[in-house]
């Protein structure tokens, strides 16, 4: 305990149906922007997922990788951003938006092998234009930080490390998260991904992206042939 709160928050995190969460909101609409107060830390698995977020779509983004049943994760967010879709630009009390907390590994989560929906992540990124100034958190980190961070984190201690698909579409949704990274810290293969784009990043920063070869190839058009991620082609045509 010592957390405040209402039935939606209990409602998602105990994953009760789409359709009775959809009912909760119909009732109490005002209750999508109420956050949990006074949460204390707690070392339980039940309470995990509520001290870490605070409003139902911070808590269904939390959530959606933290327990064994995931089918109606998908829905029960949708549920809630047609609530209100003013919704998924609220910041909770570390400055996190949904996105943040839903590629989030915890070592809650990674006691049964499960990591970020990646479901759950391309909704979110499609449902709010990714913007890398903008989505920084109160520690400055954007959602490709967090996730970084927290892989590194566990990666030693449990099942699920990375998961490149989530790596990817990250990236390609904010490149410049990796323009002044400290690659050392991360291992294998993190490592070899963001070393493999950080060549495309730094020729975009450096003005190198207009230098023609000895074949007259731009960056550009080395990283196309490459196969180089979204995310360095974005910055390369800046």
């Known amino acids: 305990g010592g957390e405040e709160c209402l039935p939606i928050h209990l409602a998602i ?14 009732e109490f609409p005002e209750s999508l922007f109420e956050g949990i107060r006074d949460a204390e830390e707690d ?7 509520l001290t870490l977020a605070s409003y139902p779509l911070h ?12 089918g109606n994760d998908i829905n029960i967010l949708k549920v809630l951003f047609n609530g209100n879709q003013d919704t998924i630009n609220k910041r909770d009390r570390n400055g996190s938006l949904p996105i ?7 070592r809650f989560r990674e006691l049964d092998g499960f990591g970020p929906n990646l479901e759950i992540i391309k909704f979110l990124l ?3 234009a990714p913007s890398y100034d903008e989505d920084l958190d109160k520690d400055q980190k954007c959602p490709l930080h ?12 449990y099942r699920s490390g990375l998961d490149e698909d989530v790596l990817h579409i990250l990236y390609n949704a904010y490149p410049e ?3 002044d990274c400290n690659m050392s810290k991360f291992k294998y293969p993190l490592h070899e991904f963001l070393r493999k784009e950080k060549i495309y990043v730094d020729q975009s920063q450096h003005g190198a ?6 074949s007259g190839w731009l960056p550009l058009h080395q990283a196309l042939y490459e196969e180089a991620a979204l995310g360095s082609i974005k910055l390369l045509v800046k």
């Not at 808590?59 to 995931?70: F, G, K, P």
């Not at 967090?146 to 201690?157: F, K, L, M």
């Not at 992206?209 to 000895?214: G, I, N, Y």
Request: aromatic share 8%; with cysteine.
């Open 100 to 106: 943040h907390l839903a590629v989030c590994h915890s």
């Open 177 to 179: 998260a990796i323009i």
């Open 59 to 70: 808590v269904s983004a939390m959530s959606s990788s933290a327990c064994h049943y995931r």
């Open 209 to 214: 992206h207009h230098a023609e070869d000895s």
């Open 126 to 128: 499609d449902a709010r």
């Open 43 to 49: 070392a339980s698995i039940w309470n995990a997922t």
């Open 146 to 157: 967090v996730y970084c961070d927290s892989v590194y984190r566990n990666s030693d201690h």
């Open 13 to 26: 995190e105990s994953k009760m149906s789409p359709e009775f969460i959809s009912q909760l909101v119909r």
